[in-house]
């Protein structure tokens, strides 16, 4: 089976602040792992994926992810959020072996001035 | 490119009452679409999913039904509405293979009173 945990309901940051939405999966294979941005009343944009490869992925909008096997976490990263990055972030993962996605419940992320 | 959409936006609908909401794809062809339905700070539950025409798959016993009439078209419908299937329904496509990336479309605020 697949699960994932977003340990964190809300974080509320200040602009130009840096800001960690973390991520942490069960599986025992292979897997794919997504981060999405939902803003509200608004379908989900994919933010960035981790395949294979490098563990560092760089997605839109300047936000990144660290893919940790040993820890198996999938935190996101911003170095500094704008107002504007004030949206639900929802992680998703896939086994080798499902053909569907498993998405966490979501974070949502508050940006104040 | 490839582009998703579902109607209506909106729909408040009397409990008891029967529903349809649909979803197309332009673009790609063969694809799995996907069912989500999504209620307040509960994150996003797989509803149905289908890998061809007149296949689809049940993730969870409820009185919704789904149908994929046409390879690009994928419709969810109930009978007789609850209370509890009020939410926000998002319908999502991706390739038959591959690591299963899915692309959402813009969802449907449904309210049964």
């Known amino acids: 089976a697949q699960s994932v945990t977003q340990l964190d309901s809300q974080v509320p940051v200040f602009e130009e602040a840096p800001v960690e939405l973390r991520c942490n999966y069960s599986?025992?294979?292979?897997?794919?792992l997504f981060w999405y941005v939902q803003y509200p009343n608004q379908g989900l944009q994919l933010l960035l994926k981790y395949l294979s490869g490098s563990t560092l992925v760089k997605g839109i909008n300047g936000f990144e992810a660290e893919f940790n096997k040993s820890q198996t976490s999938f935190h996101l990263r911003k170095p500094s959020v704008h107002i504007s990055d004030t949206a639900e972030y929802f992680c998703a993962v896939r086994n080798s072996g499902y053909s569907t996605l498993t998405f966490g419940k979501g974070t949502m992320l508050l940006v104040s001035p | 490119s490839q582009t998703i959409h579902q109607w209506p936006a909106t729909l408040v609908q009397p409990v008891g009452s029967p529903l349809s909401l649909e979803c197309t794809v332009e673009?790609?062809?063969?694809?799995?679409l996907y069912w989500y339905r999504q209620a307040a700070g509960r994150g996003l539950q797989l509803l149905f999913y289908?890998?061809?025409?007149?296949?689809i798959s049940s993730e969870v016993p409820q009185n919704l039904s789904a149908s994929r009439p046409q390879d690009r078209q994928f419709i969810l419908s109930s009978k007789k509405l609850l209370l509890s299937d009020s939410g926000f329904y998002l319908c999502a496509w991706s390739v038959l293979v591959g690591p299963n990336e899915q692309f959402f479309g813009p969802g449907t605020r449904l309210t049964v009173l």
């Open positions: 599986s025992s294979v292979s897997v794919y």
């Open positions: 673009g790609t062809s063969n694809p799995n």
């Open positions: 289908s890998v061809g025409i007149g296949q």
